[in-house]
């Protein structure tokens, strides 16, 4: 029969669900406008809206041919998880036009205590991983950061394999993002790639393996680590690689910890 009055009155709530819920598809259509300023409007507004289940269809915009909105868009997926505004970038005009410390970098370097416990997507971390193979350095340095936020240790193959790639990456300050980031998501599967990387001709780059290694617990680099050592004596090398071992903590290297406790170096001791 016709509906009665109790039904009808539920009407305008149905409409207007029905009604967002077309809007929300119309915003997603144009992340894919051949347009970018409509591709980076539609991005705002779904950051804006922060609902959680937009970081799939924004992890396109990681690969936009645009670098700016590709920027932009690590920026925007991050902010889906992060509990404070960190580095914020000041947009002008059609993208960000003026930015500081990369949003990414600032975040990591914060830790894990920023991050809000939001599941991540596939669609973030492959497109991430994406990103990390652009030709712009910036967009793959920030690519390498935002994926040590967003994706959670231990590193799944994906991440894994897109983190020892950028091991070989021509710009050392990505070298240096991937070996970090691997050390933080505990990418198990990198410890020959790390151990290589010790001997890596960028200073910083030899620094952060050794890092990593220790946070991996990597016993392979046990010998590495120690002839590293062993060759400085002292200095930031040997305080690095003594580092490394001392997060790996393997009984193998006692006698080592144990000549270390009267060290003029207090950091050894």
Do not use: C
Request: glycine share 4%.
């Amino acid at each position: 029969g016709p509906a009665g009055p109790d039904a009808r009155a539920g009407w305008p709530s149905l409409v207007a669900t029905v009604a967002a819920q077309r809007a929300y598809e119309d915003v997603i259509r144009d992340l894919r406008s051949s347009d970018p300023a409509t591709r980076v409007a539609a991005m705002r507004a779904l950051a804006t809206a922060s609902y959680p289940e937009s970081m799939a269809p924004i992890a396109a915009l990681l690969t936009d041919p645009v670098d700016d909105i590709q920027l932009e868009a690590i920026d925007t997926l991050l902010a889906f998880v992060v509990t404070d505004k960190v580095a914020t970038a000041r947009r002008v005009a059609l993208v960000i036009e003026v930015r500081d410390k990369a949003r990414a970098e600032g975040v990591f370097d914060l830790g894990p205590f920023v991050i809000l416990p939001r599941p991540v997507v596939p669609e973030v971390v492959s497109g991430l991983a994406a990103a990390m193979r652009d030709a712009n350095p910036r967009v793959r340095l920030d690519a390498t950061y935002a994926l040590g936020v967003l994706a959670r240790p231990p590193a799944d193959a994906p991440a894994t394999d897109a983190l020892v790639a950028a091991l070989r990456d021509n710009d050392p300050k990505v070298r240096v993002a991937a070996a970090r980031v691997l050390g933080a998501l505990r990418a198990s599967r990198a410890g020959d790639a790390l151990i290589e990387a010790v001997n890596d001709p960028h200073k910083d780059v030899r620094l952060a393996a050794m890092r990593a290694l220790g946070d991996l617990r990597e016993p392979r680099a046990i010998h590495a680590l120690t002839e590293q050592f062993q060759f400085y004596g002292s200095g930031e090398f040997a305080v690095a690689a003594f580092d490394g071992l001392a997060r790996i903590a393997h009984p193998m290297s006692v006698p080592l910890f144990q000549q270390q406790l009267t060290s003029k170096d207090a950091r050894l001791r």
